[in-house]
């Protein structure tokens, strides 16, 4: 019940890999439109996908709560579709909001440029010129991506567990290594421990989301941070007020956790729209 995401450079390989991957392990493959259409569910509109899905925002663009709205409920659409494992999920920076869960596989698909660049000439007949400002604005754009929603550089080998050069690779002989070195790097127990983990995430994203999004009371910043027995709160609020109705709401949704509250109050905050 291994969880596998697969981080990749445009031209890489990086879907036919992962379709293969999917196919070879019987793993479910999340692609981009089933998480689309989770966010969607959640209120999402297509302006807003465009605006941040895999791309760099702009400056103010990054501190709308637009951003929060997209990178909270993309956390909760991952962690719901990972928790019951097995699956190969591709982009979103799923290799990020999943890091350090066991059982959790990250790989990065890279090529050379001349190399991703010849592949797109062939697939779409462009020219070269035309095929090389693609490459600079997707990796421009997920490079922003990344660093924006979780502060990561996707280029970092230590992101990963695994780093493949798919120069000299066809998508059936990538998708064989990522299935070996998943296979004997992952114990069943460790499986185990890290679905555990998922639902504990996915139990303090929802309060989260409601709290913010559905209920629109007014704290900032909130996060929770989960283990076995207790929910912690973190985030500003205006009141003491505020603070006791949000955990109101968190005592209902959790009611075998601890709830606790880490939220600070800091009277006329203002926020960006």
């Avoid at 296979?183 to 127990?189: H, N, Q, Y």
Wanted: glycine share 6%.
């Amino acid at each position: 019940m291994a969880i596998i995401t697969i981080s990749r450079q445009i031209a890489s390989f990086g879907d036919e890999i992962s379709t293969e991957l999917a196919r070879k392990t019987g793993y479910s493959f999340i692609n981009r439109k089933m998480l689309e259409s989770d966010l969607l569910k959640h209120g999402l509109t297509e302006d807003k996908l465009r605006k941040y899905d895999e791309r760099k925002p702009g400056f103010w663009a990054s501190l709308a709560r637009d951003r929060d709205e997209y990178f909270d409920y993309l956390r909760e659409a991952i962690f719901e579709r990972a928790k019951h494992g097995d699956c190969v999920f591709i982009g979103r920076g799923g290799f990020a909001i999943l890091k350090d869960i066991p059982g959790c596989f990250a790989v990065r698909l890279i090529g050379s440029y001349s190399v991703r660049t010849d592949r797109l000439m062939k697939e779409f007949s462009w020219t070269e010129k035309k095929a090389q400002a693609l490459l600079q604005e997707s990796d421009s754009n997920r490079h922003g991506f990344h660093k924006c929603f979780f502060n990561v550089d996707q280029d970092d080998p230590s992101s990963y567990n695994l780093v493949l050069n798919t120069d000299f690779l066809t998508p059936e002989s990538g998708a064989s290594i990522i299935e070996y070195a998943c296979k004997v790097s992952i114990a069943a127990e460790t499986e185990k421990d890290g679905l555990e983990r998922i639902a504990q995430l996915l139990q303090a994203q929802k309060i989260v989301n409601h709290i913010v999004f559905d209920l629109k009371l007014p704290v900032h910043f909130l996060e929770a941070s989960s283990s076995d027995s207790e929910i912690v709160l973190h985030g500003v609020a205006d009141s003491a007020s505020v603070i006791e109705k949000v955990l109101e709401v968190a005592r209902t949704m959790a009611p075998d956790k601890k709830i606790t509250s880490g939220i600070s109050i800091v009277q006329d905050y203002k926020s960006y729209p």
